[in-house]
Structures are given as structure tokens and as C-alpha cells.
């Protein structure tokens, strides 16, 4: 299996016409999926590759993928890759190797994907998160907004209206000043 241009490219006319509107659900089941952990702007995607993986499996499994326990698996196998930052590197390889392993896994024909076993997220990462460019960073934002987290200038929970609305962004995680007064050497973010 290869995901890269060329193999996209070199895809003969007849198979893109047979898999198009199955990847095409694909991707719109991908995006439900990321807006359900609160990722609901593209910039916030922690790896732009992982919806390629998420439209991939749910191309692939079609309805059996809408369930609440295979999303509830599929959702360990996102927070694992994403907070282990384990798509920084080797993208394409790991998407080969991913997709299958989730397949199988999400249809019970085998053990979970060998990318959550090898995901590690070091508690003293936390620490060193400060821009918007790490994957980690990026999902530490979405599970703050899916617990509830409210906006630092209005007040507000996050929610889809109040994001496009208030034009919220994720530049900060905790507020410069808050961090200060809380005896933090350093706050965890910096402006866009």
C-alpha cells in the first residue's frame, strides 16, 4: 500500500470512479469525526495527514464506522497519534502502515494499531508547548474546548457558533497573565 502523489496520480480512471463517492463520505464523516473533538478549523488539524487516515477508514468500513464504539476506538487511535506526535515525521509510511491496522482493528479481525503502542506523551511536554505549530499543542487546545473551556475575553464555552463568531483562535491555551499571577516561569503560549 503507498499513500503518496504518484500513487494518487497513477490511479487508473475507472478505480477513481469506482471509489469517489465512497471517499468522498469519507471526508465528510472525517470532518464530523474532527468536529465532535472540537477541531473544527483546518489550521487546527494537529496533522493534516490523519484525514487522510480518517476518510480512508471511514471509506472503507462505510456505515459500521458511524458506530459509537468504533468512533470511541477510533478516537483513542487520533489522541494517541496526536499527542504522541507521532506523525512528524515518515507521514506516509505510518498512513500505509495505519490504515489497515486500523480497519482491521475497528472490524475486530485484529489487536489495535502498533501507532498507539508506540505513542508516548512525556508529562513535561507540557511544559515546553508554546506555539501552535505542534500537533500536541493543537490537540491540548481541543480537549480544553471539548471539557468546556471558555473564551478569556467574553466568557463564553466553545461551541460552533461561538468559535466562527467570536473568531476564536488557539494562540493561547492559558492566559499570559493568569499564568504569571499562578507563579508559572514562563506563560504556555504566544500570540499568533
Sequence with gaps: MSCNRDALLGLPLHAYRKHADAVERGFVEAAGFLNEHKIIWHRDVPYPPQIVGLAATFAILGKPAQTAATKEKLS????????GELYGSSTESRLARDVPELVDWLSGFAGHPRSIDEA?????????????????????HALLMRSGCRDFI????????TFFND?????HIFRRAGAGRRGSRRASSTPS
Design 167 to 171: 473568531k476564536i483562535d488557539i494562540h
Design 76 to 83: 483513542r487511535w487520533f489522541w494517541s497519534v496526536t499527542l
Design 120 to 140: 508516548l506523551f512525556q508529562r513535561d511536554r507540557l511544559r515546553s508547548l508554546r506555539t501552535r505549530i505542534s500537533a500536541a499543542y493543537k490537540g491540548i
Design 154 to 161: 467574553n466568557g463564553r464555552p466553545t461551541d460552533l457558533m
